[in-house]
């Protein structure tokens, strides 16, 4: 797959590997692998991996949300839509909505850390800081080592 002793560098190769895929299988809005995942796949270093997404950002074909990922864009798009609001807010208020609906109920437990990573493919601080703004908010509690429950209703934020 890379020519290792070629004399294109390996960041570019990566790129068009990259490039490739967005244009066959990736629509816009989807995530792109992470820097991470990169680096398993094709064995460099995070430099490396870093530069290749560089090399597709530049080319207007994906943007970086930090502590999100990068994400493909539509035709004619450079960034992230409009001014969107930080990811952990658009979590947080998704589970708000669900402890509203009742869909999970006082004193029940909300998904784990782990499997709110897995449902939004977001990084596991920013789901910290979705459950944080919750707590604060008064609508769910943690309890240490046991995880996060939905307040009782009288506690709920008017």
Avoid: C
Avoid at 82 to 111: C, D, L, M, N, T
Avoid at 120 to 131: D, H, L, P, S, W
């Amino acid at each position: 797959m890379l020519n290792r002793e070629g004399d294109t560098y390996l960041y570019l190769q990566i790129s068009e590997v990259l490039r490739s895929r967005i244009r066959a299988e990736l629509s816009p809005g989807d995530p792109l692998i992470s820097e991470a995942e990169i680096q398993r796949e094709f064995k460099v270093a995070r430099t490396t991996a870093r530069r290749a997404i560089r090399v597709l950002r530049n080319q207007g074909l994906v943007h970086t949300r930090q502590g999100e990922g990068t994400f493909v864009n539509g035709p004619g798009q450079s960034g992230p839509v409009g001014r969107q609001a930080p990811f952990y807010r658009h979590i947080a208020g998704e589970i708000r909505e669900r402890i509203k609906r009742r869909e999970f109920v006082s004193r029940e437990q909300i998904p784990s850390e782990v499997e709110l990573v897995r449902q939004y493919g977001a990084a596991r601080e920013t789901v910290r800081r979705a459950i944080s703004l919750l707590r604060e908010e008064g609508w769910v509690y943690s309890v240490p080592h046991r995880g996060s429950y939905v307040s009782p209703r009288e506690k709920w934020p008017v």
